[in-house]
């Protein structure tokens, strides 16, 4: 009969069985700080990976489990990913200290997943922390003033005109029924390279399957499943792995899509350098560029080639579907609420004529639209929440926050609770009259604070003069297959629905 020691000697089966101590005992303190902070939780457990477990199993966890927590352990609730402890706050007194007040010590989003979405992703807006963040900040904000996005206005009319002109042919051709998921994301990405990259792709006028392969490569990439890649796992449990591969170039997202959307930047950053100068996104980064020398000089402003190419990916990727959903679900709405969607049209022909067309001022113009559009957002957040990164201990309204924990801004959540919403499920414009009434804490599509999306205003701009001109010439309806609302939502990258919303088209008759 074979024993322990014919295996391995006596001291060697001491030194294995001390080592499991010591790290059991090591975890078990790092799983003690939330019950020393007196924040509650649930108990991690070590086939959990903390309570991480639910989440790798379903990723729509991410959103699910704030009701429950909520119910259970009120508006501040704790959990740990791996060994890594994370506070969820939904108490909008405490979100505005950590989101505003003291940006300071809250000044990035997160730790995790910073060095590893390849060297040009990493120089993304998203990624970049510190003084270099501060500077593509400050270089980017003008890109979306109203003046610039007053000069790139036709740009994403140009796009708008192609959709409905699609949307016409889909109501010539048959019985006006459509993918909206497709439709509007032919639109989103072609609104986005259009006017950040000034190039015309013109995938609306393209059977489906037929698409350029822009619009198949993003598609693709967005269907990669990154929260079931074995090194995302074990970047989110031991973060300081990816300074290894932050070295040696590693990309949690496949390589192939990563090479294409770089090798189309530089191929349009090289078509600008002679007389193609259009007035676009790229164009804009392109007159601030500056070499690693000139910020070793102190440069304060501006952005190396690289930091141009990561930012114009950033754009492409945060952009793309997370705007493309935001149409879906507010076309979804006003398909669903008739009411809403006839004061729209109202609204945009009463305004249309005031202005004598669609001008930049007439879609600022629209105010039940913008109603409408934020109302749709609370109840369907394209991102499900935010993070934020503490820096120092600090305690703020009677909660400790320590050094490295992140705070987990549960937006979505925040949107459907009953607490700060009257009937949550229910879309109701109206809620959305006075701005001013709506606490930016609790109501924050587009994150808050300092870094906050930089994108919004132009987002914001492309979904109103899409809406606009769609409505001036067609009713949105449900088709009989058309899941009723409140719809079942989940996280793929970013939220969608989770089951495919097609929708009917007719021509409003002169």
Sequence with gaps: ??????????????????SFILIR????????VLKDLNIPHNQPTILGLGNLGKFLKDSDAIFKTYFEDKEKF???????????????????????????????????????????????????????QGEQWKRIRNTLSPTFSSSKLKEIFGIVEDCADSFVQN?????SDGDGRFDASLVFGKLSMDA??????GVKVDSQSKPNGQEPKVIQMATDMFKFPLFKDPMFILC???????????????SIFPRKYIQYFCQLTHSMMESKKGNNKRNDILQSMMNTQVTEADLKNGAVKGLTKMEITGNALIMMFAGYETTSNAMVFLAYN????????????????????????????????????SQCLNESLRLYVPVPGNLRYCERDITINGVTIPKGTSIDIPVYGMGRDEEFWEDPLVFKPERMLDMNEIDPMIFQPFGAGPRNCI??????????????????????????????????????MSMKPKDQIFLKVTEIKE
Excluded at 97 to 124: A, D, H, S, V
Aim: net charge positive; aromatic share 12%.
């Design 1 to 18: 009969m074979i024993t322990p020691l014919d295996i391995l000697s006596l001291e060697t089966w001491i030194l294995i069985l001390t």
């Design 25 to 32: 005992l090591y975890i078990h303190k790092k799983w003690q």
């Design 74 to 128: 009120g508006r501040i609730s704790g959990f740990y990913s791996g060994l890594n402890v994370q506070i969820r706050i939904s108490d909008p007194e405490i979100l505005k200290q950590i989101l505003i007040k003291e940006f300071q010590t809250f000044p990035n989003r997160q730790i995790n997943f910073q060095k590893i979405n390849g060297k040009e992703m990493n120089t993304g807006l998203t990624a970049t």
């Design 167 to 171: 949307i016409g042919t889909i109501n």
């Design 192 to 197: 986005i390279c259009s006017s950040a990259f």
């Design 236 to 250: 989110f449990l031991f973060p300081k792995l990816e300074g290894l591969l932050g070295f040696f170039d590693y």
């Design 334 to 369: 006003l398909a669903v609420y008739k009411d809403a969607q006839h004061k729209c049209r109202e609204e945009i022909e009463q305004v249309i004529a005031k202005h004598g067309g669609l001008t930049y001022e007439a879609v600022q113009g629209l105010k039940y639209l």
């Design 455 to 492: 994108g919004m205003r132009f987002a914001l701009l492309e979904i109103k003069i899409t809406f606009a001109k769609l409505l001036q010439k067609f009713h949105l309806d449900v088709c009989e297959d058309t899941p009723s609302p409140p719809l079942d939502m989940t996280f793929k």
